[in-house]
């Protein structure tokens, strides 16, 4: 199998853990990132013959892809293949000019911030290390080295936040005219310190997230960004440059094409098959310094799941999904009702129907993708 056009690289060491994260995270272990990136240069030797000879993206998350050794990160970028978005995750305070000048001599063309707050109470209660100040010498940072396309990542729903909060939120992060903004409602994951400590909180509050969404959605729209996934925003139009300044990796994750992931706990799905790497950091190392595959998991694909998959993904975008590419996948007595209480659009093309939802239905999007699917 080859043509794939996506890679995942996931880097896993942090600083200290966020008491909300679930991801798969490493805390300090310094001396194991040259082990590590090893250990990544050894697996993708080994799968990239499913890689195009031309990727469209390569994308570095984490943990903190920039708390990795500036030598060893450098190491990385210089192994991986060119593609024509590279994107590298990074917390704030990790962003020194001699971090961005290395991120733009070895081939980064996107950075994402994790923001989440500008306000130094409610980031507390995220754990989160960085200042306001932080974020925005990130940004001037990373502006004086090159860099035009920047992302911010953003939360609402944290416990003790306000729609004030949320506003000056809003209002701080597009005065720093990032090209992308992504803005999630927080969730307490199961088993997360953050579940333990405000779950209950999050539980009362949950009828507030639906008019939070709402002023999110008001807000970044009215500053001129297409909010194009459900989620997601990004600069269009003369302010865009004519450049598409979607999220092109994620893109490919809502399009339903292939990629391949590298790194513990990553995930890959290539030619109908799912595979999840174990998220243990020495049985990685351990098994690649060994010319071994890492330890993982295999889950084949069939129809009918691919078609669920393409069609709850596709339904988060703001562009169409054809009915051919979801057929046994959404009840058809649904859709109708659905289209007659407009929460979706159905239209005809040379391709045959396809649907999306309305702007209302995007408001109610997992309610309305539920009932839909069959």
Not at 92 to 113: F, H, K, Y
Not at 233 to 245: H, P, Q, S, V, Y
Not at 317 to 327: F, G, I, M, R
Request: one cysteine or more; aromatic letters at 6%.
């Amino acid at each position: 199998m080859s043509g794939v056009r996506h890679l995942y690289v996931h880097l896993p060491f942090c600083a200290h853990r966020c008491g909300y994260c679930d991801f798969v995270t490493v805390v300090g272990k310094g001396d194991q990132h040259a082990p590590y990136i090893d250990a990544l240069l050894a697996e993708l030797e080994r799968e990239g013959a499913v890689l195009a000879p031309d990727l469209e993206t390569v994308f570095l998350g984490g943990g903190t892809p920039t708390v990795t050794a500036p030598g060893e990160l450098e190491r990385l970028l210089r192994a991986l293949p060119d593609a024509e978005e590279v994107t590298v995750e990074a917390n704030p305070e990790t962003v020194t000019p001699a971090l961005a000048a290395l991120l733009r001599a070895n081939g980064v063309t996107r950075v994402s911030l994790g923001a989440q707050s500008f306000q130094p109470p409610l980031l507390g209660v995220l754990d989160r290390r960085a200042t306001p100040e932080d974020v925005r010498q990130a940004v001037r940072t990373l502006r004086d080295t090159g860099f035009d396309n920047v992302s911010l990542d953003l939360v609402y729903g944290i416990p003790g936040q306000s729609g004030s909060d949320l506003e000056a939120d809003l209002d701080e992060a597009l005065a720093l005219e990032p090209e992308h903004l992504s803005c999630y409602e927080l969730e307490a994951k199961p088993g997360t310190r953050f579940a333990h400590a405000h779950g209950e909180e999050l539980a009362r509050q949950a009828d507030a997230m639906e008019g939070y969404f709402e002023q999110v959605v008001d807000t970044v729209t009215a500053a001129g960004y297409r909010w194009y996934e459900t989620a997601n925003f990004c600069l269009e139009g003369a302010r865009a440059n004519g450049r598409d300044l979607r999220a092109r990796h994620n893109l490919g994750y809502w399009l339903g094409r292939d990629y391949l992931g590298a790194g513990i706990g990553a995930v890959s799905t290539v030619g109908g098959v799912r595979r999840r790497n174990l998220p243990s950091l020495s049985r990685y190392i351990g098994a690649l310094a060994h010319g071994e595959a890492p330890p993982r998991e295999d889950e084949p694909i069939d129809a009918e799941t691919a078609a669920r998959e393409r069609l709850l993904l596709g339904l988060r975008l703001d562009e169409p999904v054809v009915l051919a590419d979801v057929a046994g996948a959404f009840d058809a007595d649904a859709l109708a009702r659905l289209s007659d209480l407009g929460m979706l659009a159905v239209t005809a093309n040379g391709h045959g129907d396809e649907i999306r939802l309305t702007w209302r239905g995007r408001f109610l999007g997992g309610g309305v993708t539920a009932e839909l699917l069959a």
